[in-house]
């Protein structure tokens, strides 16, 4: 036998300091002392884009909730910056053509090389520590219940404790986004076995030592301490598995706070940890403490002597007796129960591997807390106790003495949150875990865009003309591909989307530009509703020659399809000398080969063939006039209706202002936002007039049913006429100051139900010689090139753009 006592060690270790004992309910941990602890994840709104008023309501709603704990309550509000540096991999996109997927890679490429991305995380913790067991028996009897004296102390803690965090969270929902840490159970081992993973204790270890992975629980969820195991090394510079510690302590309060007073903390292109622990008070106890503090400074306002001899010299401590009336006005707030009354203490805890570069930060981090007017400390002697009393549900490390209450609690507490968008695609048509639409590097806190929220991807994108618009939908429309099956279907002008089109292999057709392309409307006839079409279309072609549709009218015309239904010839031409009204006949004839618009209408087959990707350039259309540009608009619309199937689609309006201003296709885009959704199709609409968008009569509608806004900047954004669309499509003044000083070309600010975000896109080269080139001489050049180099055109268009190695990206 080999004696072993010589090596073992009984001295206390690191998991003794720590306070967690066992998992006793879904998501409630109970910790050594007897407390009971639960947490949640959330996400607060954007105060950069919110006015002082809606900041300080927030602030209002907050203290209301918190003012109504009292002792034996402590919350923990902990900000987590946590590096994001994951881009979409290339397995998880489908791009289908080469150009599509060199833009990502060139994204990709240029997120992964810039350094300091971080975003933003929040969580609550809030412990109970139940009161002792009341002793006398005679109390409990007169107080309470036959089945009340049978249950037992733990049990009626924890339900008590259970009823109050479910209310908390119904309060805290009305104001924030918020989510229960809860267990979650996953199959293993071909579905035989079930794991069982908490949220909270993946938080609480995370906080520990740094790491954020799920932890498995044991059978028996008891002695949790172990799973938090980390060697610990303390002094004036701790270590946590061979890792630094670094902690910034607030020390000191300014005269006066308003919400979001240190959210420039939000912003920091580095990792921490920001915890901010308050142990709240009943008002009684409260008051007392109070009262101490009122006496000890009352006995500062006349010198001692004074106060020793009973005498009066006049001299009077100005700052004590403010202080004095400071505390009775505390007081009085106390009385009020309007507010809350507790111990405070906020500090940030930094993570490194190098010791030097982690003082920096932490000095940097000290800086910028004392430029917002508090006091602040690198702790060193204290360095250890003020890590531990950071730790969910500790209460016993690093208490702060001087009082605060939750109205200024509610201000001093991280509630801004920089929104990144989310790291999948919400749709919950799309395959699970698609990635999102595109991913940027916009400042410190990155940017995933996405113009779905739920199931409803339709977007208004306005500002005027000369802000990048067409770049923003071109590049749109490039990572839009990275989806299974896409289909895009483009209605363009000015050729903006001729370089992305050609370079990816799809078909740019410029309707009415006498390219050869001609159209059948009539070939499709089989079904009934592909007859009510028809019917409808031809009622439209009549009424846009000014003749009124009568009842005679539409049993010609539902005679007429009915025969040519059953017949091959189907054609426009067919179709009039078919048809026994008169009236009819001379109405159509402007649409056969006889008229102007034979050429596009009057096919004996459809030269029209869609695929996954098509650009309809319509600016000569345009050019002809509302009676000929409706007609084949309308057919367009119909061709793309048939093809959505249930695959990812968009269908993009550039200038869609033309389409708003006339009835039929008014009510088209209306229709579409109500009813494409089922079909797994979102709507973009940009336009660059915004008044023609507010005269359309659907701005209700385009309100409600695009719950995507990206808004381009607008310098004019502030003036009287301009302001009042923005207030209609409700933006507040805050906003709309966002959108008249952003960057043209560069910055686009974006509004969903899910967050609101300045952003960059950041585009490179490469990506600018597709999405970007849409000038004159570009499009000329890009043309010859195509019509020199067909489908290796872009290589050269590279090389003449100067982007070295052109020729090799596309090996």
């Known amino acids: 036998m080999v004696a072993l006592k010589q090596f073992r060690n009984t001295s206390p270790g690191f998991s003794d300091l720590l306070p967690y004992a066992g998992l006793i309910d879904n998501g409630v941990l109970l910790l050594k002392d007897g407390s009971l602890m639960a947490g949640w994840y959330f996400a607060g709104p954007d105060s950069e884009s919110a006015t002082d008023i809606e900041r300080n309501e927030v602030s209002r709603q907050i203290n209301a909730i918190l003012a109504r704990l009292g002792s034996g309550w402590m919350i923990q509000v902990e900000a987590l910056r946590i590096p994001a540096t994951s881009y979409p991999t290339r397995e998880q996109s489908h ?300 209460w016993y490390a690093n208490i702060r003495e001087p009082l605060i209450n939750t109205r200024n609690l509610a201000d001093l507490i991280p509630l801004n949150t920089v929104w990144a968008g989310s790291p999948v695609c919400p749709c919950p048509f799309y395959p699970a875990g698609s990635p999102p639409l595109m991913q940027v590097a916009s400042g410190s806190t990155p940017f995933r865009l996405n113009l779905h929220a739920g199931d409803v991807g339709h977007t208004l994108i306005f500002g005027p003309t000369g802000s990048g618009k067409s770049t923003l939908l071109a590049l749109i429309a490039a990572q839009f591909r990275r989806y299974e099956n896409a289909q895009l279907f483009v209605f363009d002008k000015g050729r903006s989307l001729l370089p992305l089109t050609l370079a990816i292999g799809a078909d740019h057709y410029d309707v009415g530009a006498g390219e050869g392309l001609t159209f059948c409307p009539l070939a499709s006839l089989e079904t009934d509703g592909d007859r009510a079409w028809a019917t409808e279309w031809l009622e439209t072609l009549i009424e846009l020659q000014g003749v009124k549709i009568t009842p005679d009218h539409r049993n010609a015309i539902a005679r007429q399809l009915g025969l040519m239904a059953q017949s091959e010839r189907r054609s426009l031409s067919d179709f009039v000398s078919g048809v026994q009204q008169r009236d009819i006949k001379d109405a159509l004839l402007h649409y056969t080969v006889d008229g102007p618009m034979g050429h596009l209408l009057d096919a004996e087959q459809d030269g029209l063939t869609l695929s996954s990707f098509q650009t309809f350039e319509i600016d000569e259309l345009m050019n002809l006039g509302e009676r000929n540009l409706v007609p084949v608009l309308l057919y367009l619309f119909r061709r793309i209706e048939k093809r959505l199937t249930g695959a990812p689609s968009l269908i993009i309006l550039d200038e869609a202002w033309l389409m708003l201003g006339h009835p039929v296709f008014r009510d088209k885009i209306r229709e579409w936002l109500k009813v494409l959704r089922k079909a797994n199709c979102a709507v973009v609409l940009a336009t660059q007039s915004i008044s023609d968008a507010e005269r359309s009569g659907i701005i209700d509608v385009l309100k409600e049913s695009c719950p995507t806004k990206i808004c381009l900047p607008n310098g004019a954004a502030r003036e009287v006429g301009t302001r009042e669309f923005y207030e209609r499509i409700g933006f507040n003044d805050r906003q709309i100051e966002i959108v008249a000083g952003a960057m043209p070309k560069r910055e686009y600010y974006v509004v969903s139900p899910d967050g609101r975000r300045l952003f960059d896109m950041a585009l490179g080269p490469v990506t600018l010689s597709f999405v970007g080139a849409s000038g004159k001489d570009d499009l000329k050049r890009i043309t010859a090139l195509h019509q020199e180099f067909a489908g290796d055109w872009p290589a050269h268009w590279l090389a003449e753009r100067g982007i070295a190695h052109a020729h090799d990206l596309f090996v």
């Not at 906020?346 to 917002?372: N, T």
Request: charged share 25%.
């Open 95 to 394: 791009f289908p053509d080469q150009v599509s997927r060199l833009i990502d890679d060139e994204r990709r490429q240029r997120f992964e090389a810039a350094d300091g991305h971080f975003e933003s995380q929040h969580a609550i913790i809030l412990t109970y520590r139940p009161p002792e067991p009341r002793k006398s028996g005679l109390v409990r009897y007169i107080y309470s219940d036959a089945d009340a004296r049978n249950e037992r102390f733990g049990d009626s803690a924890l339900g008590a404790f259970n009823t109050a965090i479910r209310e908390f969270e119904q309060y805290m929902a009305n104001v924030l986004s918020i989510r229960r840490m809860v267990t979650r159970e996953a199959t293993e081992a071909g579905g035989t076995r079930i794991a069982r993973y908490d949220e909270l204790l993946q938080f609480v270890r995370f906080c520990t030592v740094g790491e954020n992975h799920p932890v498995r629980l044991p059978a028996i969820p008891m002695y949790l301490d172990f799973l938090v195991t980390a060697e610990f090394h303390h002094g004036l510079t701790p270590l946590v598995d061979n890792r630094h510690l670094a902690v910034v302590a607030i020390d000191g309060f300014p005269a006066e706070s308003w919400p979001g007073i240190l959210n420039v903390l939000d912003a920091m292109p580095l990792g921490y940890r920001w915890s901010s622990r308050f142990m709240f008070l009943d008002p009684l106890e409260a008051r007392q403490k109070l009262e101490r503090t009122r006496k000890k400074w009352l006995q500062k306002v006349r010198p001692f002597m004074d106060q020793l001899f009973q005498t009066r010299s006049g001299a009077i401590d100005q700052d004590a007796a403010q202080m004095v009336a400071e505390a009775e006005d505390a007081i009085a707030e106390a009385n009020s129960q309007l507010v809350a009354y507790g111990y405070y203490t906020p500090v940030i805890v930094l993570f490194g591997e190098d010791d030097d570069l982690l003082r920096k930060q932490a000095e940097g981090i000290r800086r910028l807390i004392q430029a917002e007017g508090f006091g602040a400390r690198i702790e060193t002697m204290n360095a250890t106790e003020a890590f531990l009393g950071s730790l969910p549900g500790n």
